[in-house]
Nanobody, 126 residues
């Protein structure tokens, strides 16, 4: 099973990007049965920070720094997780990873996820 992110790039302060994460090797029903999440690792930081999560039932959760600007969604028929990012700021710069775990309640800690993608770079310039 692989998670493959795409959609990263370089934008200016205030810009927008849409990230995608495709889950290959899984039936669509199993993709929908997981907690799915976006994390990011910012330059100079060792810990990955939770950006957004979406539960098996579609309930979203967001990190405080992105609330009101980012939207997480999924299309289980396409086995794809999305992250719509608007009003981007330089501090949003980092490598964005998608992750999944079989869990009823999605956790905020990266240790709560066993499957990860390879990451996609997002750079926001001021």
């Amino acid at each position: 099973v692989e998670l493959v992110e795409s959609g990263g790039g370089a934008v200016e302060d205030g810009g927008s990007l849409r990230l995608s994460c495709v889950g290959s090797g899984l039936p669509a029903s199993q993709f929908n049965g997981y907690c799915l999440a976006w994390f990011r690792q910012s330059p100079g930081k060792n810990q990955r920070e939770m950006v957004a999560t979406i539960s098996r039932l579609g309930t979203p959760g967001y990190g405080d720094s992105v609330k009101g600007r980012f939207t997480i969604s999924k299309d289980h028929t396409k086995k794809t997780l999305y992250l719509e990012m608007t009003r981007l700021k330089p501090e949003d710069t980092g490598i964005y990873y998608c992750a999944r775990e079989v869990r009823q309640v999605c956790l905020e800690a990266p240790g709560g996820y066993s499957s990860w993608g390879q990451g996609t770079q997002v750079t926001v310039s001021s």
